[in-house]
């Protein structure tokens, strides 16, 4: 067996649930699987309709970003891909899509606050936005650049990307990941979940609270603490 079916398959899988959970438009999105042991990944091959997908046609590429096997070209978005893979050792699948709501929050240039429980349960913190890119970073590798200002962002609001699997690129799109490809999809679909209902508890009441922090502390507590029992 081809020593990476695994990645080929799951990097595959993950891309044909955008589609169903309405998370992408045509071509829109991708996904990536990686095994940190052989340094490779597996993403979606750049304007291939997800209906002509097949586990055959994912590109396998390395760390820096060069195709290692497959005959596709990858992604457009690979080397924001490899960059975050290259630093983030615990990270083995990448999300990333323009879903609607997501996306608007992106273009507004504005982290979505924690308003309730569902946001809490995934995380205890807001959803945060990345400022758009400097006019040097965007002329220079763009792509490669995308991942530097993911991580400068959480770094600058330190947060550890362990904990918090989503962001916003500002003027962009959500970027979402996790243990694995799959995990990076349901994150996707968590945030455009968020991200909805954040915009909508907004219409309804445009001075709409934060979560309590009593609350915030016992879904923290409920994930993390020495007594977690949260799974639903
Ligand atoms: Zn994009």
């Known amino acids: 067996m081809n020593k990476y079916q695994y990645i080929r398959q799951s990097a595959y899988e993950a891309n044909m649930r955008l589609p169903g959970l309405g998370l992408v438009l045509f071509t829109f999105g991708n996904v990536s699987a990686a095994d940190h042991n052989l340094g490779v990944f597996a993403i979606k091959p750049s ?31 690979t080397q924001t891909h490899a960059v975050l893979y290259r630093h983030w050792e615990k990270v083995g699948g990448i999300a990333h ?13 504005r982290d979505i606050p924690l308003f309730g429980t569902t946001h809490a349960d ?19 590798d763009y792509e490669y650049q995308t991942g530097f200002q993911i991580m400068n962002c959480l770094k600058e609001k330190k947060l550890d990307y362990t904990e918090v699997e989503m962001i916003l690129v500002g003027s962009h799109a959500p970027f979402t990941w996790g243990k694995d490809a ?22 309804i009441r445009f001075d709409a609270p934060r979560l309590k922090d009593a609350l915030i502390k ?3 507590e409920r994930k993390h603490g020495p007594d977690a029992y949260y799974g639903q």
């Open 182 to 203: 799959a995990k990076a999809v349901y994150n996707s679909a968590v945030l455009e979940e968020i991200a909805h209902t954040a915009m909508l508890t907004e219409q």
């Open 97 to 109: 899509t323009h879903s609607t709501y997501a996306t608007a929050w992106a273009q507004s240039l």
């Open 47 to 77: 304007g291939v309709p997800y209906e002509e997908l097949s586990p055959r046609k994912m590109v396998v590429v390395d760390f820096d970003g060069k195709v290692v096997e497959g005959s596709l070209r990858p992604s457009s978005d």
């Open 122 to 140: 995934h995380n205890t913190v807001d959803i945060p936005c990345a400022a758009p890119m400097s006019d040097e970073m965007i002329r220079g």
């Open 218 to 220: 016992k879904h923290f």
